[in-house]
Structure formats: C-alpha cells, structure tokens
C-alpha cells in the first residue's frame, strides 16, 4: 500500500513553540527552523526563535491574513511557520489548512496552554470545559456556568480575568475559585488564584489562561442542558414562545450540525438562541421589524452567551433579501403578513426545512392552506397550567397553537 502523502513534497513545516522557546524544541523542530528559507510568525514567536533563524524573519501582516497569501506564494521553498503550543488548537494551523493541502505541511506541536495548565493545576483534561476566549466575547462561557465545572479558558489579554470575574458574580457565581496562570512555560511563569467576588489579582501578563472551579448560589442564573429555558430566562413583552411549545418547536427544528435558522418575528429571540446553543456550530438570523424587540433580542443573545446571534431589522419579506441561504426557517409572530411564506419557500435550498406556529385563526387558515398545497406535518399542541379557582385549584388552558412543518423537495 503506497502513502499518497510520501510522494508530496512537505515544503511548510509548522512548529509549536513555548514560552521556555529554544529550550522546549526537539532536534526536528530546530533543524526546521535552522533550515528554512523564510520563518513567518508572531512578533513574540520570532524573538523566540531569534538564535535558530537563518533565513528571513517574516512577521505576520497587519491586518492578519487569513488567506495566507505570502506564505502560499512561497510554495516549493522550504518554509517554517512558528505558533503558540498546538498550531491546530484555536491555532494558525487550521488557518493554514484553509490554503495549504495538508500532504504538503509537516507539523511539530509543542503542548497547549490547555495542556499546560491542566498539568500545573493536576486536572483531568478530559473531564474539564476548555474555551477560547482569545479576541471573542467573554459572554461565551455563561452556558458553561454550572456548579462544580471546571473550565480553563485562554483569554485575550490582563484584563479579561477581572471582567470574567465580575461576569461570574452577577451570575450568581460569586463564589468561585479563578487561577491566573500567567506565561505557562516561560521563566515568568506564575499562578495567583482568588475569589470571583473579591476578585484582587493585578498586574496580569497579557498572556494568560484563567482556571475556574465553579461554585454557585442558589439565586445562580444557570442555563440548563435542555430545550425549552424557563421564560424568566428570557427579556420579553409578551412576545415570546412560551417554554413547552417552545421544547417541542426546537425538537421539530431539529438543528443539526453548521447549520443556519432564520427566525422570522424574532420576538425575544427565544427560538433562536435556543438553538445557536444546542451546538457551537450553529448560526441563526432574527429577523424582527420593531426596533424595541430587535434590541432586547441583542440583550437576551449576550445574556443566554450566544452573542453572534445576528439580527435584522426589518419586516419580512423585504428584510430577507441577500441575507445567506438559510438550512431551516422558523416563523412565528409576523408570518401573517402578505409574501412571507412564498419569499420563505422560495429561500429555502432543496432539503430545507420550514416550522411555522400559529396562534391566531388568519395565521392558522394560512398554515392549513399551506399543508393543502405543499403537504408536511400538522399539529396541534395545547398546554393548561393548574391555577386556582377560588379556594379549589382547576386546570387553566393556554391557547392552543398550530404547527406546520415541511422539508422542501
């Protein structure tokens, strides 16, 4: 049997390197750096490296290229790239396997800060959440924030600690225990841990990681592992699909992996979020016409920790237009307008799939029209609530809701 990749030539070697540089690399990865015509790298990476560099040093441009251009041009010269740890763990090696086929790269990884800092703190990596937070919102870790977790997070800079800090406490998390690990490897390295609440450590070296051991109030604002969030979870006016309907319309949507929602009458984006957090992979557009609802949408997005929750504002069917094809759309309040289901039809790619609730009787006689016209699945779904009925307690319905859904041929 004949490896494809041996008759490659391998002209880009990627190497991870430390903060303890020259002394953390094996004799392979010294040898790549040594003879390279071209070392490309970040600023600190390349001082790093300084003694070993023969042939041109070539820090990365600003702004960053993500197409890597100047080192794609260089194919066929023997090249090195030089990356923090693991150059494919949040690294620039899976920007590099974006533009250069991986037969033609070799890889020499050195451990990552996550690997690094387990092993100073004496965690199973395994059994602990690990984030990048580096140059994203810190807001992303709230759905990670339950009691007893231990999460390691890679941060953007000596700032980010406090903020998360400040973040756990109004999360009812105050009591937790954070560890700065600052400079993991390096002869600056060191370690200072404190309480969320009383948060005190200063000074912190830009390159950090931050370790949490959870610990909660019972007044914690946790995001359980399941569809259908209580409301109270949620910003609203009203507008929002109520938690039961809103589990059994996410089993319907049935988000699988990278794929794109639109909610069209976002509302208070209750849907959406909901499904962004069934995976990272996810993306998801509102698309909600009142300015107010469009705003709160924003505000339960960071609150709920998925913050790239994009929304539009605008009324349906004009908004829709130029926005990417969509994988699945829901429509919930607004879908009684005039073009809204063609326009929503008509976005859909062949496998795509449309939910739709209605409430009202007009929004209903179109969800059954639709069914006559195009087929799909029909439901009715209705929850009563016990309440009290004078000194007794009765049950009290909520008005019932239609359900349509259908997969386009």
Do not use: Y
């Amino acid at each position: 049997m004949t490896d494809s990749h041996s008759a490659v030539q391998k002209w880009l070697t990627v190497v991870g390197i430390g903060e303890d540089g020259v002394a953390g690399l094996g004799d392979e990865a010294k040898r790549a750096i040594s003879s390279a015509t071209r070392v490309f790298g970040g600023k600190r990476h390349l001082a790093l490296a300084a003694e070993l560099i023969k042939g041109e040093s070539r820090p990365w441009p600003t702004p960053f290229d993500d197409e890597m251009r100047d080192v794609v041009a260089l194919r066929g010269e023997s090249v090195c790239v030089l990356a923090s740890g693991d150059p494919f763990l949040h690294g620039v090696g899976v920007t590099l396997a974006r533009a250069v086929p991986p037969a033609e790269m070799r890889v020499i990884p050195a451990p990552s800060a996550f690997s690094l800092a387990a092993s100073r703190l004496g965690w199973a990596l395994q059994d602990v959440e690990t984030i990048s937070l580096h140059g994203h919102a810190i807001e992303l870790i709230r759905p990670r924030l339950h009691q007893g977790a231990r999460i390691i997070a890679l941060t953007s800079d000596g700032e980010a600690p406090a903020q998360i800090a400040a973040l756990l406490t109004d999360s009812g998390f105050g009591l937790s225990r954070l560890t700065v690990l600052e400079a993991l490897g390096g002869e600056n390295e060191r370690m200072r841990t404190s309480v969320a609440a009383s948060f005190d450590v200063e000074n912190i070296n830009p390159l950090n990681v931050l370790a949490l051991e959870l610990e909660s109030t019972p007044q914690a604002r946790i995001l359980p592992l399941v569809s259908g969030l209580p409301d109270d979870l949620f910003e609203h006016d009203g507008q929002i699909t109520k938690r039961e309907i809103r589990a059994v319309t996410l089993s319907t949507l049935a988000p699988r992996r990278g794929e794109l929602l639109w909610d069209i009458g976002g509302g208070s984006g209750s849907i959406s979020i909901e499904w962004m957090l069934c995976h990272p992979s996810l993306r998801a557009i509102a698309i909600e016409h009142n300015d107010e609802r469009a705003e709160r949408i924003e505000r339960n997005a960071s609150a709920c920790g998925v913050p790239g929750l994009k929304v539009v504002r605008g009324a349906a069917p004009e908004a829709l237009a130029d926005l990417p094809t969509p994988d699945m759309i829901f429509i919930g309040g607004g879908g009684s307008e005039d073009g809204v289901f063609d326009a929503a039809i008509s976005a859909l790619c062949p496998g795509g799939r449309l939910v739709a609730n209605a409430v009202t009787l007009e929004m209903e006689a179109l969800l059954l029209a639709r069914h006559a016209a195009h087929g799909g699945e029909l439901l009715r779904l209705q929850i009563s609530r016990a309440a009290p009925v004078g000194a007794m307690t009765g049950w009290r319905p909520a008005m019932p809701v239609t359900q349509w859904s259908w997969v386009k041929p």
